[in-house]
């Protein structure tokens, strides 16, 4: 159980153009939504943080106009990445929690975002 | 301020045992997390600690004691697969996870 998918796996994109990525708990409501971004050999640094029909909470640094996150249903979060550009580019992470228990993030398998 | 410590790199020998160590300073404390990433792929859930002791899980095993503000994860039997990076997280009193920086496990035949 506990299945987090993620759409797009790998996107490219031309500059300026936006892309949006789909983030999916299969089996399970996810209350909380974690978006991440890492680098190569870095670690994960998190973007924002979303709650099923509230608005998100961006960590400092990271732009909400830039980077635009809905949750619009337990099941569901997106990350549009508005007027991409060439430093955009990275691996893209969200995970879920059910906020009982453990508190456990479940991952979903990423998304590689080349922007050229 | 927030801070979680762990090695850059270890190697280990195949069938060998290791263990990976973590210092964390959070905001408050609600749990230690151990991830397994592989390069390229998303890391996946191994373990959790929030009391102290040590908490076995097959051939891996995780110790956390709160006092310290320490963890570590120890993997027996090392197979080749286990090469791989090992995030450890601190959950702070807001319930978010402080990462470290990762620790890449090679193992060697």
């Known amino acids: 159980g506990a299945v987090v998918s993620q759409h797009p796996s790998r996107v490219i994109c031309k500059s300026g153009t936006s892309v949006k990525i789909e983030c999916r708990s299969l089996?399970?409501?996810?209350?909380?939504m974690f978006w991440y971004r890492q680098f190569p050999k870095q670690s994960l640094m998190l973007m924002a943080t979303?709650?099923?029909?509230?608005?998100?909470?961006?960590e400092q640094g990271v732009e909400k106009d830039k980077f635009l996150i809905n949750h619009a249903s337990l099941t569901l979060s997106t990350l549009t990445v508005t007027s991409a550009h060439p430093e955009d580019s990275s691996f893209y992470i969200c995970?879920?929690?059910?906020?009982?228990?453990?508190?456990?993030?479940?991952f979903g398998p990423g998304t590689r975002l080349t922007v050229t | 301020g927030q801070n979680i410590d762990q090695p850059t790199e270890m190697t280990a020998t195949e069938g060998a045992i290791v263990q990976i160590n973590c210092t964390y300073q959070?905001?408050?404390?609600?749990?230690l997390f151990w991830y397994q990433q592989h390069a390229g792929e998303a890391p996946t859930f191994l373990s959790y600690?929030?009391l102290d002791g040590l908490e076995e899980k097959g051939r891996f095993s995780s110790f956390l004691s709160r006092s310290k503000g320490y963890s570590y994860l120890l993997l027996k039997e090392l197979q080749m697969k286990d090469s791989a990076s090992y995030l450890c997280?601190?959950?702070?009193?807001?319930?978010?996870?402080?990462w470290g920086a990762g620790t890449k496990l090679i193992i060697k035949p």
């Open positions: 997280g601190s959950m702070d009193s807001n319930y978010q996870l402080i």
């Open positions: 959070t905001s408050g404390f609600n749990g």
């Open positions: 089996d399970f409501q996810a209350t909380t």
């Open positions: 600690n929030v």
């Open positions: 995970s879920a929690s059910e906020r009982d228990g453990y508190y456990e993030q479940y």
């Open positions: 979303s709650n099923e029909g509230s608005k998100a909470t961006y």
